[in-house]
């Protein structure tokens, strides 16, 4: 069975400080990593979709990047605005339409 | 665009009363549909799949019950609510195996 861990749970950074998230998955066969960003009360919003070893994508002060068996979503220079819960997903195996998520990481930016 | 709505935001009901949480999307057809349940601090927890009118797969044997009567609708219902009810409820579409999209979750407390 699919299993998506992400670590750490809770990262606490100063305002400018970089990081990384990391989520590691035991898939049979890569099918492609989502990020999402999920604040307090709302639902998830979709940040990226990597589908290949080696791709990365960009987005304001957010990058994702892809390896055969993890997936980092490196953070530059955070702002307090930043801060939410990270979670990430593993697309459904064939035969199964269940997207596999892993627990988050709550993210916390101090000024 | 593709876009979903779910309603209602927030939500108390007593013990034992019963529930409706309504899920629609526009811009798609023949969506697969999910049903989440995250509890407070704690991952995404899929409770119903549909990949289609009247097709639902059930994850977690509860006191709830789900129902695709339209193609883009998907309802969520307990004919009995308990205390363990309670949480944040999220409904989401995907297309095939790509990414999915959430709604902005209902709240419920169960009194």
């Known amino acids: 069975e699919d299993q998506v861990t992400q670590s750490p749970e809770a990262l606490r950074l100063q305002e400018g400080e970089s990081s990384s998230l990391n989520c590691s998955y035991t898939v049979s066969g890569l099918r492609g990593l989502f990020w999402y960003r999920q604040d307090p009360g709302k639902g998830p919003e979709f940040l990226f979709t990597l589908y290949s070893a080696g791709e990365e994508k960009e987005k304001e002060r957010l990058k994702a990047t892809l390896t055969k068996k993890e997936s980092f979503l490196h953070i530059t220079a955070p702002k307090p605005e930043d801060s939410a819960t990270y979670l990430c997903?593993?697309?459904?195996?064939?035969?199964?339409?269940?997207?596999?998520f892993g627990k988050g990481t709550k993210l916390t930016v101090n000024p | 665009s593709q876009t979903i709505h779910q309603w209602p935001a927030t939500l108390v009901q007593p013990v034992g009363s019963p529930l409706s949480l309504e899920c629609t999307v526009e811009g798609t057809s023949n969506p697969n549909l999910y049903w989440y349940r995250q509890a407070a601090g704690r991952g995404l927890q899929l409770l119903f799949y549909s990949v289609g009118i009247g097709q639902i797969s059930s994850e977690v044997p509860q006191n709830l019950s789900a129902s695709r009567p339209q193609d883009r609708q998907f309802i969520l219902s307990s004919k009995k609510l308990l205390l363990s009810d309670s949480g944040f409820y999220l409904c989401a579409w995907s297309q095939g195996r790509a990414e999915a999209f959430f709604g902005q979750g209902t709240r419920l407390t169960v009194v």
């Open positions: 997903a593993v697309p459904p195996r064939g035969g199964s339409e269940k997207l596999v």
